[in-house]
């Protein structure tokens, strides 16, 4: 009876040690998975879509290719990200318009109720974020692109762009750049942001393994580590 006893409280004393090791693995593992996923949280697809058309930038000078697919030899800049959102089959789910225009496009984000002034009328900022469209008005003119990030410690937006940079030509849009850009949160000319309604989107599968591997491996309990990442992990990025 003592040998049971003993048995039985040593058990007792042990069994919240274990679970304890368990739930530090856990949040452990959830840590560092949410710290992956930071990593790679810029890459909404359209962004993707967007560094890839930079990396391309010089067979595309004067935006030939924009031009042809929307069928309008003129500034290009709204034709690149139209584009850019078709590519992601944004348009055709009716998340991105298909235009040519900077107002129009400012005009639809407004009549969705998804657009956000640079500062709101109580003074506050809008922070930007990636796949934001950032569009500018100033003086008749008017340009737009798309946020790739944001960094809050210099207080810089970084885009791409289309129908940007130096053009030797005349009209300019036949010499302009897609172009990687960078702005003050405050820059004068910044109206504001289209603020798309993306869809759910999946980090890729072989990403995905990894982050699950981590919490299985670490945890020793597969169903809770799936559990998790199925409710936390599987989202928009």
Known sequence: KEKVSSNFLAYIFTLPMIILIVVILVVASVSGALAYSSTVSEELAIVKIAKRELAQSEENVGGKKYKSWYGVNGNW???????????????????????????????W???????????????????PKA????????????????????DEDSGKVTTIEGNAGRSDTEPYHEG?????????????KITGYGIPNYPVETIPESTETEIAKIIILECDVPKFGTLIWNQRFHLCF
Not at 95 to 106: G, I, R
Not at 109 to 127: A, L, R, S, T, V
């Open 176 to 188: 302009s750049h897609v172009m990687e850009c960078n702005y003050a949160l405050s820059y004068s």
């Open 77 to 107: 800049c709204a034709m690149f990200v139209s584009f850019c959102a078709d590519e992601c089959d944004l348009i055709d789910s009716g998340v991105m318009p298909k235009t040519a225009s900077v107002s129009n496009m400012l005009e």
């Open 131 to 150: 796949g934001d469209i950032i569009i500018f008005k100033s003086s008749g003119a008017s340009h737009v692109g798309i946020v790739i990030n944001y």
């Open 109 to 127: 984000y407004k009549d969705n109720h998804q657009f956000e002034k640079k500062i709101d009328e109580d003074g506050e900022w809008y922070i």
